[in-house]
């Protein structure tokens, strides 16, 4: 009879044990919780849209020749604007000793054309041409090797020294592109070369290498020298305002939201994405500075949390 009585006893010393570490559970619940969130601080920036393109360019250009063989004394320094008629170089006669009669037979040259001159050249002056871009089989233009030659001392009779580049003539360029469609010709795009960010005109479209060739308002800095160059194609308006992570993006029944912290618990906040991009969303309804909840999920709303190290 005692055995049989003492069962209750140990199904309620059971059933207490259960509460009471069921409760301790639930009041650790809301720090296990919190601990597992990760915030990140809505930011003031700009979503951008551009696609990197590899870009070949095409000035005037022409080159510049030693009459005979000699040593090359450069007049002005590289890169430096000339008008036509300037002496860019003299060529002293090999061998000539100065005092001499050879000596003082050396010869000036002159430039050609007004632009700027350049030390260096590459041999491809008067193939790639803004001309032969448009006209010709760009798969056999744009593979011509190139034989780069930086400033010499000394020549041989006919030897390139130098290219003077006409600067006030614009730029004509093939860029490269995986998708043509939507571009034709006549249309202006946006086209960001080094630190310069210009319009410029689409002149043709190629399937074969798949691309499009643009002439650009003005001479681009820099393409004298960097026939071929990566640039940025802005193929759409940039838009200002709050960035949070795309990842802090949830949808709470049919609204879009992000859950934010503010005055110590986690709260949902409808949002309204403006603009995106692969990482970042541009919103309405949250200042910047606030922080958002990078890892959402459901039961957030309302949970007390600390936020630290955003």
């Keep these: 009879m005692e055995g049989k009585r003492r069962k209750p006893n140990h199904w309620f010393w059971g059933i207490l044990f259960i509460v009471m570490v069921g409760g301790v559970v639930w009041c650790y619940r809301s720090t296990f919780i919190s601990g597992t969130i990760k915030f990140a601080a809505a930011q003031t920036g700009t979503i951008n849209h551009e696609r990197r393109a590899a870009a070949t360019f095409a000035n005037q250009e022409s ?87 930086m400033g ?56 074969q290498p798949k691309g499009v060739i643009v002439q650009f ?19 759409r308006s940039p838009t200002n305002g709050v960035l949070i992570p795309k990842t802090a993006l949830w949808t709470k029944g049919e609204e879009l939201g992000a859950f934010v912290w503010s005055e110590g618990v986690v709260q949902f906040r409808k949002v309204k994405v403006l603009d995106e991009d692969d990482e970042w969303a541009c919103i309405e309804n949250l200042p910047s500075g606030i922080p958002v909840v990078t890892t959402p999920r459901d039961g957030l709303e309302g949970l007390a949390a600390k936020v630290k190290n955003i």
């Excluded at 000394?154 to 006030?168: D, M, R, S, W």
């Design 63 to 149: 080159i510049v020749l030693a009459p005979f063989a000699g040593k090359v004394q450069y007049i002005g320094e590289d890169g430096q604007r000339i008008r036509r008629g300037e002496p860019v170089a003299t060529v002293l006669p090999e061998g000539a000793a100065p005092g001499t009669k050879e000596y003082a037979q050396n010869m000036t040259i002159t430039a050609a054309m007004g632009g700027l001159f350049f030390r260096q050249s590459d041999g491809l002056e008067s193939i790639l041409t803004g001309q032969n871009l448009i006209t010709m089989d760009l798969n056999k233009l744009l593979t011509q090797p190139a034989t780069v030659k």
């Design 152 to 207: 010499v001392e000394t020549v041989q009779a006919g030897e390139v020294i130098g290219k003077i580049v006409n600067n006030l003539i614009p730029t004509v360029a093939f860029l490269e592109l995986p998708d043509i469609d939507g571009l034709t010709d006549g249309k202006s795009i946006r086209l960001t070369v080094g630190t310069q960010t210009v319009s410029a005109k689409i002149l043709r479209r190629s399937d």
């Design 217 to 235: 308002p003005h001479y681009i800095d820099g393409t004298g020298l960097q026939r071929r160059q990566e640039v940025s194609w802005i193929y």
